[in-house]
Nanobody, 122 residues
Framework: LQLVESGGGLVQPGGSLSLSCSAS????????IGWFRQVPGKERVGVSC????????NYADSVKGRFTISRTNAKNTVYLQMNSLKPEDTAVYYC????????????????WGQGTQVTVSS
């Protein structure tokens, strides 16, 4: 199982980025998908997740109202739209899959992508 993230980059504070998570060899539709982020020297933390049907979403308090997770199962892709970005959002962002597709719990994810760097700086 392999997940691939894309869409990271450099953006100014207040700007937006959209991250994508896709898989070439398995169907994401059966999995809950989560986005996590990690900065050097700190643990990876959950940012947002979405259940397999898309009916359940969860957000960390630090990103509520600014980030939106969505999925298009027909395209085998999950998205993270990030608006009003702040310097403290700078991190490597990872997507992950959980075989427990009916819920959205950050502790249930076990399949990870390689990550994409997001840098928010003027």
């Amino acid at each position: 199982l392999q997940l691939v993230e894309s869409g990271g980059g450099l953006v100014q504070p207040g700007g937006s980025l959209s991250l994508s998570c896709s898989a070439s060899e398995f169907t994401l539709a059966y999995y809950s998908i989560g986005w996590f982020r990690q900065v050097p020297g700190k643990e990876r933390v959950g940012v947002s997740c979405i259940s397999s049907s898309g009916g359940i979403t969860n957000y960390a308090d630090s990103v509520k109202g600014r980030f939106t997770i969505s999925r298009t199962n027909a395209k085998n892709t999950v998205y993270l739209q990030m608006n009003s970005l702040k310097p403290e959002d700078t991190a490597v962002y990872y997507c992950a899959a959980s075989r427990i597709g009916s819920v959205c719990v950050f502790s249930s994810f076990s399949v990870w992508g390689q990550g994409t760097q997001v840098t928010v700086s003027s």
